[in-house]
């Protein structure tokens, strides 16, 4: 394995956008197999060579700026599924309301029955249903 430490040795290698990239030529070549487009398939190569490349690059300052941006989408990614998955869950206990007065959305528990219900930002009083 020498020649491996060898080859590599000053190139970038792994990180978690290649990673990804190796998942996206995954799950593509699965997707696009399933098109009966002569060709189409191909397609799946280009996240594989894009990963290659960048796993082979020299350019080390770079590649680790796009492997920084793409944590950055991925974190706002993940952070709004996490955000629908709250919201999904909250609604089996808690029901939404917009306030008439600003427009907030505010959080109410469920089958309280008619309740007096103050905008905690703008104070407005509203009469809800819950
Ligand atoms: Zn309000």
């Known amino acids: 394995m020498n020649w491996l430490r060898n080859f590599m040795a000053g190139r970038y ?3 978690q956008l290649n990673l990804a990239l190796l998942v996206a030529a995954f799950l593509l070549s699965i ?3 399933l098109i009966p487009v002569p060709f189409l398939g191909l397609l799946a190569y280009v996240p594989l060579f894009w990963g290659i490349y960048r796993m ?3 350019n080390l300052l770079k590649r680790s700026e796009e492997n920084q941006k ?3 989408f991925w974190n706002k990614l993940k952070g709004w599924f996490q955000r629908k998955k709250n919201r999904i869950n909250d609604q089996k206990y808690y029901r939404f309301y917009r306030c008439p007065g600003c427009k907030q959305t505010l959080r109410l528990p469920k089958g309280r029955g008619k309740i007096r219900i103050t905008c905690p930002k703008c104070g407005r009083v509203f009469e809800k249903k819950t």
């Open 31 to 33: 997707l696009l197999g």
């Open 13 to 15: 290698g792994a990180d």
């Open 56 to 58: 082979l690059s020299r």
């Open 70 to 72: 793409f944590l950055f």
